[in-house]
C-alpha cells in the first residue's frame, strides 16, 4: 500500500479531521512525504469534479462531502456524533457507572442534551440512583466502537491503551473530559481576567471554514449576549452569553466563567480581577458625585451606566445616546444626543479599557456642560 491509499482510507473513516501528526504516524513516513502525498490527493479530487474534497485547517485534514451537496445529503447520511457529544460519552464510558449529577458538575449543563441524544442513540442506558441516574454504556457502544464486549474494566482498559499508544494531549482530552473553549476576539480579554490559557479564538458570528472546524468541537462558546441563535448554528457545545457594559457585567462574566469552568480558571486571578474592577468602578462613582448635571439615557444600555453613575435623570436633561445609530426597530437612536457614548465597533483594547470609555465619554460630556453653563 503506499502513503496515497493509507492517507486516502484513514481520512475516511476518521469522519473528521485527523492531525499531520497522526497520518505519519500511520503511514510510517516523514512529515515531507506526507504532506506531498496529501498535495496530490487534494488534487486528484479537485480536478475529477468530484462532490468530495479534503480541506486543509492547518497541519489537520478532513475529507468532506461539498458544502454544495450537504443538504441534499442530509436524509441519507448517518447523524454522526459531535467532539462534545463525543467527549461526554468518552467520560461515562471511562468512569462508568457514573452519576448523572456528577457528571453535569464535570461538563456542564449543556450535556444534559447530550446525554438525551445518547440514550436515544443506544449508547447510554439511565436508570435510577437516589436523586440522580447512573449512567453506563450499552451492548451498542460495544458494537460501534468494535470492541468484543461491554464491559466496563475491558472498555476503561482498552481507553488507557489508546491514550499510551496516541499520546497526544488532544486525544487524552477526548477521554478524561477537559473543556475545549471558543471565544470571539472581544471576549478574549475576559479569558485573561479569568486566568484561562488553554482556548482559541474565533469569528463565532460568521465563522470561516476553519472556525466551523472549531466551533463544532468546542465544548464552550462565549459570545456576546443576543447572538447565541446565530451561533447555535456552528456548534453543539454550550454557548455562555456574556454583557460587557458596565463594570458589573464584567464581574457577574467572570463570575460565570468561574462557575461553568472551575477546573480552568485561576481564582487567584479571578480575585485581583473583580478588585481591579471594583477599584476602577469606586473611582468613577467618586467623580460623578461631583456633577449636577441630569441626564436623560435614550437606551436601556445607557441608563445602566448612568444608574451605576448614581447621576440624575430628568426628562429635559442631557440627552445621552449610543454611536451605533439605527437600531435594530429602524429607529435612529443617536438623533439630538448631547453626548454619544461609544460602542464596541468603535473601540478597542480589552473588556475593561472598553468600559472606562463608555464611562469616560459620559463624566466628561457633562463635565463639558457644567463648564460651559448650559
Not at 436524509?75 to 464510558?93: D, F, G, H, Y
Not at 478524561?176 to 478574549?188: L, N, S
Not at 453543539?236 to 480552568?264: C, K, N, R, V
Not at 438623533?335 to 473601540?347: D, E, F, N
Amino acid at each position: 500500500m503506499s502513503e496515497l491509499e493509507i492517507i486516502e482510507a484513514a481520512l475516511f473513516a476518521a469522519g473528521r479531521a485527523v492531525s499531520l501528526e497522526k497520518l505519519t504516524k500511520i503511514t510510517g513516513k516523514p512529515k515531507k512525504a506526507v504532506l506531498s502525498a496529501i498535495q496530490i490527493l487534494t488534487e486528484a479530487y479537485s480536478s475529477r469534479g468530484s462532490s468530495i474534497e479534503i480541506l486543509d485547517l492547518g497541519e489537520r485534514y478532513v475529507m468532506q462531502v461539498k458544502p454544495e451537496y450537504s443538504e441534499l445529503m442530509r436524509e441519507v447520511a448517518p447523524k454522526e456524533l459531535s467532539a462534545p457529544k463525543l467527549r461526554t460519552l468518552s467520560m461515562i464510558a471511562y468512569h462508568q457507572p457514573l452519576l448523572q449529577s456528577d457528571l453535569i458538575d464535570m461538563r456542564g449543563s449543556g450535556a444534559y442534551d447530550h446525554i438525551k441524544d445518547l440514550i436515544e442513540r443506544g449508547f447510554v442506558e439511565s436508570v435510577p440512583c437516589g436523586r440522580s441516574r447512573q449512567l453506563s454504556t450499552t451492548p451498542l457502544f460495544a458494537d460501534y466502537f468494535g470492541l468484543k464486549r461491554n464491559d466496563p474494566s475491558a472498555i476503561k482498559e482498552k481507553i488507557l491503551e489508546l491514550l499510551k499508544s496516541q499520546g497526544e494531549q488532544s486525544e487524552i482530552n477526548l477521554w478524561i473530559g477537559k473543556k475545549t473553549i471558543a471565544v470571539t476576539p472581544m471576549y478574549e480579554s475576559l479569558m485573561n481576567m479569568c486566568g484561562i490559557r488553554e482556548y482559541f479564538v474565533v469569528n463565532a458570528y460568521s465563522p470561516s471554514k476553519e472556525e466551523i472546524s472549531h466551533l463544532l468541537e468546542a465544548d464552550v462558546v462565549v459570545i456576546s449576549a443576543g447572538y447565541a441563535d446565530n451561533v447555535r448554528h456552528y456548534c453543539d457545545g454550550e454557548i455562555l452569553e456574556m454583557h460587557s457594559t458596565t463594570f458589573e457585567d464584567l464581574i457577574e462574566a467572570i463570575a460565570l466563567l468561574a462557575e461553568e469552568l472551575p477546573d480552568e480558571v485561576d481564582l487567584k486571578i479571578v480575585e485581583n480581577s473583580i478588585k481591579k474592577i471594583n477599584d476602577t468602578r469606586e473611582r468613577y462613582t467618586s467623580s460623578a458625585v461631583l456633577i449636577e448635571k441630569k441626564v436623560k439615557p435614550a437606551t436601556e444600555m445607557v441608563s445602566r451606566i448612568v444608574n451605576d453613575l448614581s447621576l440624575g435623570i430628568s426628562a429635559d436633561g442631557v440627552l445621552i445616546a449610543p454611536d451605533y445609530g439605527i437600531s435594530k426597530s429602524g429607529v435612529k437612536i443617536e438623533k439630538g444626543a448631547q453626548i454619544l457614548i461609544p460602542t464596541h465597533r468603535s473601540v478597542e483594547g480589552d473588556l475593561l479599557q472598553r468600559v472606562c470609555v463608555k464611562y469616560d465619554s459620559i463624566l466628561e460630556g457633562l463635565k463639558k456642560f457644567e463648564n460651559s453653563g448650559s
